[in-house]
């Protein structure tokens, strides 16, 4: 591998920059070997899943044990007998088009004109009184009242054809969402699925390994809950071809680190 | 209340968390469905979900359901009587052949 900071260059399968100053990030250097950094440039192999998982090693680092020795043993080029079926299920699950439908728009409009009317309607009812009133006292010479009334109307039979329309769209709208949530319902069991496959590929891995895993571990100093040296072992059982950053005093150098994880090793 | 269902495996987790973190609220919890109070609040929380989810999370409301109020007598009667059968291995199509009991397919197109 090949490190580039500020013009400064460092070459090998086993870096220590320990006593560097600046003092190198770890995260930064993750980063870079991920290919995600803008201020360091590290040419290496591209990282794989394993690497995912313990790319970096330092004390009070989170591991995610049984996902991270699956990956180990992928890493070896081990299968599960669940994989077949999970691409099966995974390639349906692609297939499967989901259409876009939106029924706000039309639950909206809906409450729009379920509102309007109403006002209208009341609207009407006062107006119809007045006119009402007026008839009482055939002496008053004006029809404004008259006039209103039947604009009035006219504009409630308009809210309501619009009304009924609203109702059409939106009853149609939600026949289009019943269709799409049974195709959502399907992908949902295709997933839950692939789910329980992935769960027991990862199982039957890991069982696979647990004795070299057990083994291994023991011949580490330092207790065996410490995801540090969990990380350490997982690492040494795959095959991991991009560069390790470790940020751990475990070995004398970085060197012993290299030769015992049987990986790129760059040591901070 | 309000019927809440779910229909990716994000907006299931969303549920989840509504449901620990808000027990008041969550009235009964199938799995990837739940039933929230017909509140403000219940609403809030249904809403929040279909906007973090909008194409995922259906919202609809229930209401209490008396069958003397909005199921016409023929049918209760014929569920009484189905109830009451001879053989239980009869279906009901064949049950209801050749009595005043109505028919599944006229059933299934009178609307409630």
Same mark, same amino acid.
Do not use: L, M, Y
């Given at each position: 591998m090949r490190i580039e900071r500020n013009g400064s260059v460092w070459c090998g399968r086993v870096i220590e920059l320990s006593g560097v100053t600046p003092r190198f990030d770890g995260e930064q250097v993750l980063d870079a070997i991920n290919g995600t950094s803008d201020e360091l440039r590290v040419v290496c192999e591209k990282p794989g899943d394993l690497h995912a998982h313990v790319g970096r090693l330092r004390p009070g680092m989170t591991l995610r044990r049984s996902a991270a020795l699956a990956a180990a043993a992928r890493s070896r080029g081990w299968s599960a007998p669940q994989d077949e079926e999970y691409e099966k299920i995974q390639g349906r699950i692609e297939e499967l088009s989901i259409p876009d439908t939106d029924t706000a728009a039309a639950r909206k409009r809906l409450a729009e004109t379920t509102d309007e009317i109403e006002r209208q309607r009341e609207r009407v009812a006062r107006l119809q009184g007045k006119v009402k009133a007026l008839r009482e006292h055939p002496e008053r010479q004006t029809s404004e009242p008259y006039r209103a009334l039947e604009r009035a109307m006219q504009k409630l039979s308009e809210l309501e054809t619009e009304h009924a329309a609203a109702e059409q769209t939106l009853e149609r709208a939600r026949e289009r969402q019943r269709q799409r949530h049974d195709r959502h319902d399907e992908r949902l069991a295709l997933e839950d699925r692939a789910a329980n496959l992935a769960r027991a590929a990862r199982k039957h891995l890991c069982d696979r390994l647990h004795g070299e895993f057990t083994r291994t571990i023991e011949s580490l100093p330092g207790p065996d809950d410490d995801p540090v040296t969990v990380a350490l072992t997982i690492t040494r059982l795959g095959e991991i071809r991009a560069p390790v950053v470790l940020e751990c005093d475990r070995f004398d150098n970085a060197q012993t680190a290299a030769d015992w994880l049987n990986a790129p090793v760059v040591s901070l | 209340m309000l019927l809440i269902i779910t229909y990716t495996r994000s907006a299931r987790s969303s549920l989840r968390n509504v449901r620990r973190s808000h027990e008041d609220t969550v009235? *009964?919890?199938f799995g990837r469905s739940a039933l929230f109070e017909a509140t403000e609040l219940g609403a809030f929380h249904g809403l929040r979900l279909r906007e973090k989810h909008p194409e995922a999370v259906q919202i609809e409301r229930t209401r209490p359901f008396n069958e003397y109020m909005e199921v016409p007598e023929r049918v209760r009667k014929a569920v009484w009587a189905y109830a009451e *059968?001879?053989? &239980?291995? &009869?279906?009901y199509a064949a049950f209801a052949a050749g009595t005043e009991h109505p028919d599944v397919a006229t059933m299934a197109r009178r609307k409630l």
């Open positions: - | 009235v *009964r919890w *059968r001879e053989h &239980t291995s &009869t279906p």
